[in-house]
């Protein structure tokens, strides 16, 4: 069965770095584009950043744009997104997801795969 497990996440000060990390099994995602969504309290899940399958091409919301790097290593079945400069705003759960697209997708729909989601708290 294909799960995505995501893993990192803490509570920071305003201004630190993170990395979470998003760990495929079941099957190989390599030729899978992934992406990290957010969703913060009260709020609606919102795209964050999506990566190719080759990793050849990303994309990010504007608001984390400079900020944050999404990566992957397909020989550890593995996405990353490091996040800078982090601030209070950046407070939500992060959750991975993969979709059997190859290319890079803001749109939750298209997604297959989801994760159950780590926390991440930024304090002020």
């Known amino acids: 069965q294909a799960q995505l497990v995501e893993s990192g996440g803490g509570l920071v000060q305003a201004g630190s770095s993170l990395r979470v990390s998003c760990a495929a099994s079941g099957r190989t995602f390599s030729y899978y584009a992934m992406g990290w969504f957010r969703q913060a309290s009260g709020k609606e899940r919102e795209f964050v950043a999506a990566?190719?399958?080759?990793?050849?091409?990303?994309d990010y919301a504007d608001s984390v744009k400079g900020r944050f790097i999404i990566s992957r290593d397909n020989a550890k079945n593995t996405v990353y997104l490091q996040m800078n400069s982090l601030k209070p705003d950046d407070t939500a759960v992060y959750y991975c997801a993969a979709t059997s697209g190859t290319m890079t997708s803001m749109k939750r729909g298209v997604y297959d795969y989801w994760g159950q989601g780590t926390q991440v708290t930024v304090s002020s």
């Open positions: 990566i190719s399958w080759s990793g050849g091409s990303s």
